[in-house]
């Protein structure tokens, strides 16, 4: 079994910057993608930020330029570093890992709200 725990989300102004962590634990023999999601209330879903076992990043438009992934291999963790927020940023944002062959799994989730 793996387990996924996120942390760092809060409130925070707009402009400001938080920085998100993601830590998999368990049985794990290759992560092959670790990455952030987001659901805003009455929204869908969706892919804020990826990185596969090779390195290759990828952002949703909307956070190119604001927002930088990165992952400690060595550790299994992941993070989001969130500059320039604005208040569309809010949202839960949840952590993906995928071992690949149909097995992935989701962390609870950190809730992010950007609001004066």
């Known amino acids: 079994q793996v387990q996924v725990v996120e942390s760092g989300g809060g409130l925070v102004q707009p402009g400001g910057s938080l920085k998100l962590s993601c830590a998999a634990s368990?049985?794990?023999?290759?992560?092959?993608?670790m990455a952030w999601y987001r659901q805003a209330p009455g929204k869908q879903r969706e892919l804020v930020a990826a990185?596969?076992?090779?390195?290759?990043?990828t952002y949703a438009d909307s956070v190119k330029g604001r927002f930088t992934l990165s992952r400690d291999y060595a550790e299994n963790t992941l993070y989001l570093q969130m500059n320039s927020l604005k208040p569309d940023d809010t949202a839960v944002y949840y952590c993906?890992?995928?071992?690949?062959?149909?097995?992935?799994?989701w962390g609870q989730g950190t809730q992010v709200t950007v609001s004066s």
């Open positions: 368990g049985i794990i023999f290759r992560i092959e993608t």
């Open positions: 990185i596969n076992m090779y390195g290759t990043i």
């Open positions: 993906n890992v995928d071992l690949g062959r149909a097995s992935d799994y």
